[in-house]
């Protein structure tokens, strides 16, 4: 090597490690819950007091930056983040994400992105969102930002830089796909992690990397609220409290800022097991389709075509018997609708404020109708009439071959994500607003609407699909109340808690209609009586999940009940005594509801962008 290339190669090397050694400070901000009773004045303390130390380079803000993910929420913690007078960056958490009336597009709208990547002082920092988005259910980081993640730290100018990454979750099994994220940043060089979720300063390791929580800004029983100053020097991250406008607490942990050997690491870390597949041989794997981006909806079927969507707003179709795709259509915005399907048409809403209908056959535009916010819930077809409802206080019937606005229903308190039940002449639907509604199928006239009475929307039926039998219709929903209203009155007919479990937002009904199925948070599934004055179960199951939060359908198909589950896997069990009749395993995330296809096979998708075709062999 002659004396220029090497004077010029020690001079990178020398710039290189002046970067990484250089000092600096930084502002770490966590769970500011806009919407929160102190909240705006919390964080409005906490940026004046980031605006007056001249030492704090940028701030990063590590996601629940609203208390229910609305539109109002999200505009005002915009209004007071611009105020900051130093770069800031932002990610989402859940409670911006699993509750928004936007379908989780109004925080990329409003802050431009959900993820972000800089270079700081030679590290790179890079942050993604994370789930659960619009389902109840652990933490997921969405697929399409890992994809963008691999791609950022396949692209650094220096594959040797030190990583920081940032997420709001802790990554551990609280995410439901955090192997997915770990398993990337351990191919990197990789020295610390930044989250919040928790509410309080932590440290912690994940899968042996170093990690820090950060608290929440919000006061809780303090006077004020506080934030975490960050200190890189001399190979060392410091953190220390800083509660605004009075002083800073003493340093309260230190973590080294090194190059981990990862590649040589012995240690086993923990990983889901996929063993329950080798349980069952009756059923198996027929094909599978993996998705760049969340697969948030169910999926519908058409002659031998699957239709399914994803969250970067495309509908497409599957070849049934191989999952390769034939047709796409792109949509403006995320889609979190199950598709409806009738007379060769596909029906859908999407987080553009536009449903729209194609053609099932080709993918072709029939017509699309706008609304005036984002269309979350999902389409019933029936009779030639399209039934759904949407983010803008509206439920609305439209013509399925023409798209023409049959009623128009403009009462609903909040936004819609179910999909509808048609019984007896009457569509019946819940809302994020505490309130569940029975509307005059053929006029949208409000025949009635029933209320929880709780002031927390976060207990509204909203999530679950409805089901009916004998003159009842039948409700789940995060209070942990399942109740009964007559169908024609809206009367209670009765309203209880289950003394063995606590359900939730999942339900189904029997074939037969003589069993309302329902999903308990303990894991236990039971088959409670339609005809009862009480709430009477007339059949449990021996199956036992973990904890257990989708609140996707359960569905009844030749007597198999199909049960989904938050960490994608489908229980089959037997209608007349419950027993199981095989399980399968085919990711580690929210499993959407079951779609059956034919005799014996069904199709599972889950909101990591996997979809997929299993086949079973009947029960004797």
């Given at each position: 090597m002659n004396l220029r290339k090497y004077a010029a190669l020690l001079a990178l090397f020398l710039i290189a490690n002046l970067g990484y050694s250089q000092s600096f400070q930084f502002a770490f901000v966590s769970d500011t819950h806009i919407g929160n009773p102190t909240a705006q004045e919390d964080l409005e303390r906490t940026i004046a007091d980031i605006n007056a130390n001249p030492n704090l380079e940028f701030v990063v803000i590590t996601g629940d930056i609203t208390e229910f993910g609305s539109d109002e929420e999200l505009k005002l913690a915009k209004k007071l983040f611009d105020t900051l007078q130093k770069p800031w960056y932002i990610v989402p958490g859940n409670h911006d994400t699993n509750w928004s009336e936007s379908g989780?597009?109004?925080?990329?709208?409003?802050?431009?992105?959900?993820?972000?990547?800089?270079?700081?002082?030679?590290?790179?920092?890079?942050?993604?969102?994370?789930?659960?988005?619009?389902?109840?259910?652990?933490?997921?980081?969405?697929?399409?930002?890992?994809?963008?993640?691999?791609?950022?730290?396949?692209?650094?100018?220096?594959?040797?830089?030190?990583?920081?990454?940032?997420?709001?979750?802790?990554?551990?099994?609280?995410?439901?796909?955090?192997?997915?994220v770990t398993d990337k940043l351990r191919s990197y060089n990789t020295q610390l992690i930044l989250h919040g979720h928790g509410h309080n300063n932590r440290e912690y390791r994940y899968d042996g990397i170093p990690a820090v929580m950060g608290r929440s800004n919000l006061r809780a029983k303090e006077e004020v609220g506080g934030y975490n100053i960050v200190t890189f020097a001399v190979g060392k991250a410091s953190f220390e409290i800083r509660k605004p406008g009075i002083a800073s607490l003493p340093?309260?942990?230190?973590?080294?800022?090194?190059?981990?050997?990862?590649?040589?690491?012995?240690?086993?870390?923990?990983?889901?097991?996929?063993?329950?597949?080798?349980?069952?041989?009756?059923?198996?794997?027929?094909?599978?389709?993996?998705?760049?981006?969340?697969?948030?909806?169910?999926?519908?079927?058409?002659?031998?075509?699957?239709?399914?969507?994803?969250?970067?707003?495309?509908?497409?179709a599957l070849d049934s018997k191989a999952g390769k795709r034939r047709w796409t259509y792109r949509t403006n915005g995320k889609i979190y609708s199950t598709p409806a399907v009738a007379n060769g048409y596909v029906v859908v809403g999407s987080s553009d404020d536009h449903i729209y209908c194609l053609s099932a056959t080709t993918g072709k535009l029939a017509w699309k109708f706008k609304a005036n916010r984002p269309v979350l819930g999902s389409p019933l077809i029936e009779k030639g009439v399209v039934y759904v409802g949407a983010s803008d206080g509206h439920f609305r019937a439209l013509d399925l071959k023409t798209g023409k606005l049959?009623?128009?229903?403009?009462?609903?308190?909040?936004?819609?994500?179910?999909?509808?039940?048609?019984?007896?002449?009457?569509v019946y639907f819940g809302s994020w607003g505490n309130e569940f509604y029975a509307l005059d199928a053929k006029t949208g006239q409000l025949a009635w609407k029933w209320s929880n009475g709780s002031s927390n929307r976060m207990f509204s039926p909203a999530a679950c699909y409805p089901v009916a039998a004998n003159g009842r219709i039948f409700i789940v929903a995060p209070d942990r109340f399942m109740t009964s209203l007559d169908a024609n009155t809206g009367e209670v007919v009765w309203r209880e808690q289950m003394k063995e479990g606590r359900v939730r937002e999942s339900m189904g009904i029997s074939n037969d209609g003589k069993l309302a199925y329902v999903k308990t948070m303990d894991g236990q599934v039971y088959g409670v009586s339609t005809s009862a004055n009480?709430?009477?179960?007339?059949?449990?199951?021996?199956?036992?999940?973990?904890?257990?939060?989708?609140?996707?359908?359960?569905?009844?198909?030749?007597n198999v009940v199909l049960v989904p589950s938050h960490s994608g896997l489908v229980s089959a069990l037997d209608r007349q005594s419950?027993?199981?009749?095989?399980?399968?395993?085919?990711?580690?995330?929210?499993?959407?509801?079951?779609?059956p296809l034919g005799k014996n096979r069904v199709i599972v998708s889950t909101m990591d962008g996997k979809i997929a075709c299993l086949e079973y062999v009947p029960a004797k």
């Open positions: 989780s597009n109004s925080f990329r709208v409003v802050f431009g992105a959900e993820t972000f990547a800089f270079t700081h002082k030679g590290y790179l920092f890079a942050g993604t969102g994370s789930g659960p988005n619009m389902r109840m259910g652990p933490g997921q980081i969405p697929r399409e930002n890992i994809v963008w993640l691999d791609s950022v730290l396949k692209h650094m100018p220096d594959p040797e830089m030190p990583v920081i990454f940032l997420n709001h979750y802790p990554q551990d099994s609280s995410l439901n796909n955090w192997y997915d340093r309260w942990i230190e973590v080294p800022l090194v190059k981990h050997d990862f590649a040589n690491d012995p240690t086993k870390h923990h990983r889901p097991s996929f063993a329950v597949n080798k349980l069952y041989p009756n059923v198996k794997l027929v094909w599978e389709y993996q998705d760049d981006s969340d697969v948030g909806a169910g999926t519908a079927v058409y002659k031998d075509l699957i239709i399914a969507t994803n969250t970067t707003g495309q509908v497409y049959l009623w128009d229903f403009d009462q609903v308190n909040n936004f819609v994500v179910t999909k509808p039940l048609l019984y007896q002449g009457k009480v709430l009477q179960v007339d059949w449990k199951s021996p199956l036992q999940l973990p904890y257990e939060l989708a609140p996707s359908a359960i569905v009844e198909h030749k419950g027993e199981v009749l095989w399980k399968y395993k085919s990711s580690n995330s929210l499993m959407n509801p079951v779609m």
